[in-house]
């Protein structure tokens, strides 16, 4: 089984940066897909971006605008999410999460996604 451990977060002022890193043990996930996603409160759980196994493809929510950047080191079994030029409204929980099914492509949905961390508080004051 997979575990998947976030780290990263904090308090941050607008404008500032911030680099989050998923940690996982138990399995390598160097075949798998992988997401960041993000929930603030009163709102749905939802992608901020995905990574083929590979790395080879990335997917970004329409909100990043050019802001973030996903990656991975499956080396390191651990992926990262480098998030620069934060604004207020990217306050949320964020969360890394493991597709571990294996059937293709990068799942954009948060249902598509078997395996998830605890979560890392991201503040952003502005």
């Known amino acids: 089984q997979v575990q998947l451990v976030e780290s990263g977060g904090g308090l941050v002022q607008a404008g500032g940066s911030l680099r989050l890193s998923c940690a996982a043990s138990?399995?390598?996930?160097?075949?798998?897909?992988m997401g960041w996603f993000r929930q603030a409160p009163g709102k749905e759980r939802e992608l901020v971006a995905a990574?083929?196994?590979?790395?080879?493809?990335?997917y970004y929510g329409d909100f990043v605008e050019g802001r973030f950047t996903i990656s991975r080191d499956n080396a390191k079994n651990t992926a990262y999410l480098q998030m620069n030029s934060l604004k207020a409204e990217d306050t949320a929980v964020y969360y890394c999460a493991a597709d571990l099914k294996v059937v293709g492509g990068t799942p954009l949905h948060r249902d598509e996604y078997d395996v998830w961390g605890q979560g890392t508080q991201v503040t952003v004051s502005s």
């Open positions: 990574i083929s196994w590979s790395g080879g493809s990335t």
């Open positions: 138990g399995r390598t996930i160097s075949s798998y897909p």
